[in-house]
């Protein structure tokens, strides 16, 4: 018995060498910071990611090129018009930041000079702190209002004209794309790999459904924002052993007009 252990062991690390590989992905991207200034990483949760043994986009690319009808443009004036909207928005948002923290110090001064009386010095100088701010806070509400008012004329404007592109595109794409499952089926049986989906968790961690047979591999994922996308295909070369860790983030990702 003792003579066959060498054996048997030597048959469990066979085993464990011809067992799946591991792969790891992680999102983040840079957002502005919310309590101050600069930026700070967001893990993004509940987004599916996909490992594919195949580049997804060489695909559309050859189906696109062998349509006989070219796809659909956004239209310059639209992009531009857009860009318009998205920076009267961010605007706003500063608008309503302003306001927001000249309010909230108000209610603070508000409630410091409960704790005085009108004769003390200290309660004069913060009532007089309390005047500046009040003094700041109907100019800052009319700025918000105006701003705000700005930003949905532009966007009111563009939502018929997105919506017309957008349908426009998509009727073509199901005309263009129409075998896709296939052309994906066929790509996934040459390549003898696995096809895995996964979606990130409350970390922005998407693993426990990559385990795969090892190969070349395009890591997808697609992340919506207001007016773009975040759109990652990126290329992994997996093998066995430690975990193979990819992470996604602004630098890896194309950014895509999002209509």
């Not at 209002?145 to 949905?152: E, M, P, T, Y």
């Amino acid at each position: 018995m003792r003579n066959h252990l060498p054996y048997a062991m030597a048959l469990l690390l066979a085993a464990g060498a011809c067992g799946p590989a591991e792969v790891v992905v992680s999102m983040e991207i840079e957002v502005p910071n919310p309590d101050g200034g600069g930026t700070t990483q967001l893990a993004i949760s509940d987004v599916e990611v996909q490992l594919l043994p195949f580049d997804r986009d060489v695909v559309f690319d050859s189906l696109t090129r062998a349509y006989s009808v070219p796809e659909p443009d956004v239209p310059t004036e639209l992009i531009e018009a857009r860009t318009a909207v998205q920076a009267a928005q961010t605007e706003w948002d500063a608008a309503q930041r302003r306001w927001g923290l000249v309010r909230d110090t108000l209610q603070a001064l508000s409630t410091a000079l409960e704790r005085y009386s009108r004769g003390e010095a200290q309660y004069l100088l913060l009532y007089r702190e309390f005047q500046d701010f009040d003094g700041q806070l109907a100019g800052l509400e009319r700025q918000m209002n105006a701003s705000f008012a700005r930003f949905d004329s532009l966007q009111r404007g563009t939502i018929r004209a997105s919506d017309s592109v957008r349908i426009l595109q998509d009727n073509w794409a199901d005309n263009a794309f129409a075998d896709i499952a296939t052309v994906f089926r066929e790509k996934q049986l040459a390549s003898g790999l696995d096809v895995a989906v996964d979606t990130t968790d409350a970390s922005g961690i998407a693993r426990g459904n990559f385990r795969v047979r090892p190969g070349q591999y395009w890591v997808h994922a697609r992340y919506p924002m207001t007016y773009t996308e975040l759109y990652w295909n990126v290329p992994v070369t997996v093998e066995r052993g430690d975990p193979v860790q990819v992470t996604l983030t602004r630098a890896n990702a194309e950014e895509r007009i999002r209509l």
